[in-house]
């Protein structure tokens, strides 16, 4: 009996379909077979019809639950075609020399012009329930491949954040080891900055978008950070134009553009440093992002354009926002500009 109840419970919206396809099949069977009993055969009866349709569903029933799903999906397209063609030929049996002698012994099932008229009436009938049944198994095939791209593309991004993070933490844990040797007074002030930006991390960026005044604070503190590593080195200019904060974000995208060019400016400069960081949000919720920072070429062992950080970056907008940004990489001779526009979504709570 639980079996019975959890097969139901399982298929019940499946059940339902059918219920729905048989009845809209056997009224559409009942007006054409009603027209034609008025034309030929006065006194046409209900249960006639009836048993003719019951025929009928078994066949597509059996086709739809047995022939298709171990032979027709399993490619054995010669073995279903027979079956199925045995299957047709068993129904204008039933249906020519035995229905149609018990309802019309006298008209009908007594020349072989007959079994062409039921093949020609049964046919359309059952290939109609067939197809609803086709139909089905399309769409739960579609909401399937739905639900499995959607978790696909959630792993993938839960992936590329776990990457993203140990990256970040790496670089900053070496810079803070440094000035602990040097017994700096910073190293305090720097273990507050690392520990805000490592709890927006931890705690705010479960989620894969953020409110954009959280992300926007987390660049700035994590911008600090690193500049306290400039100190008298260079000019570290960040400026920002919100013209809404109503909107939301993918976190930790912005900031890796950031830390590859403190990265990359301070690899092999002593002096000069030179980080410009805008960031431009328009009213109706365009972002626009522009890092521009020097090197030295000479010594820059690794493409700019390449490494972990922007790879997985690359991955994250494709995957985040398609067809709804521009990233533009300029790698000049001794400059590197990034320039970063995105339409952002509205702020659920706005």
């Known amino acids: 009996m639980n079996i019975i109840t959890t097969f139901f419970k399982k298929h019940i919206s499946e059940i339902a379909y059918q219920l729905f396809v048989a009845i809209f099949a056997f ?25 003719f349709f019951l025929n009928y569903f078994i066949a597509s029933i059996t086709i739809n639950y047995l022939l ?9 397209h010669l073995l279903f ?6 299957t047709i030929g068993f129904v204008i049996l039933i249906d020519e020399y035995f229905l ?9 099932g007594t020349y ?7 093949l020609l009436e049964t046919l359309p009938l059952i290939l109609l329930m067939v197809s609803f049944k086709i139909f089905w198994d399309f769409r739960k095939k579609q909401n399937e491949v739905k639900k499995l791209e959607l978790h696909v593309k959630e792993s993938e991004l839960q992936f590329l954040k776990l990457q993203i993070n140990p990256h970040f933490l790496f670089n900053n844990l070496n810079n803070l080891y440094s000035y602990s040797l040097e017994n700096s007074p910073k190293t305090s002030t720097i273990i507050i900055e690392l520990s805000s930006v490592l709890r927006y991390i931890l705690y705010d960026c479960k989620a894969d978008f953020v409110p954009l ?11 600090e950070l690193n500049k306290l590593q400039i100190e008298e080195r260079g000019v570290i200019s960040y400026e920002e134009n919100i013209g809404s904060s109503k909107f939301e ?19 092999n400069q002593s002096g000069d440093i030179s980080i410009t960081i805008n960031v431009n949000v328009s009213i109706d919720g365009v972002l626009s ?14 493409n700019l354009q390449s490494g972990i950080g922007l790879v997985n970056v690359k991955k994250r907008l494709e995957l985040m926002y398609h067809d709804k940004y521009q990233l533009e990489l300029k790698e000049n001779e001794n400059t590197y500009e990034v320039h970063l526009s995105m339409q952002l979504k509205p702020s659920k709570n706005a």
């Open 249 to 267: 974000i993918a976190p930790l995208i912005l900031v890796v553009f950031i830390e590859n060019a403190f990265k990359h400016s301070m690899l």
């Open 81 to 86: 075609i027979s079956l199925f063609t045995l």
């Open 112 to 118: 072989f012009p007959g079994i062409l008229f039921s």
């Open 68 to 76: 298709i799903p171990k032979f027709l999906n399993t490619n054995k």
């Open 100 to 108: 149609e002698k018990l309802y019309f012994p006298d008209t009908r």
């Open 27 to 51: 009224l559409f069977f009942a007006y054409s077979q009603e027209v034609y009993e008025i034309q030929s055969f006065q006194g046409y009866q209900l249960p006639h019809e009836l048993a």
């Open 213 to 223: 005044h959280k992300e926007l604070d987390h660049l700035k503190n994590f911008t």
């Open 289 to 302: 992002f522009i890092c521009k920072n020097n090197y030295i070429p000479f010594h820059t062992k690794t």
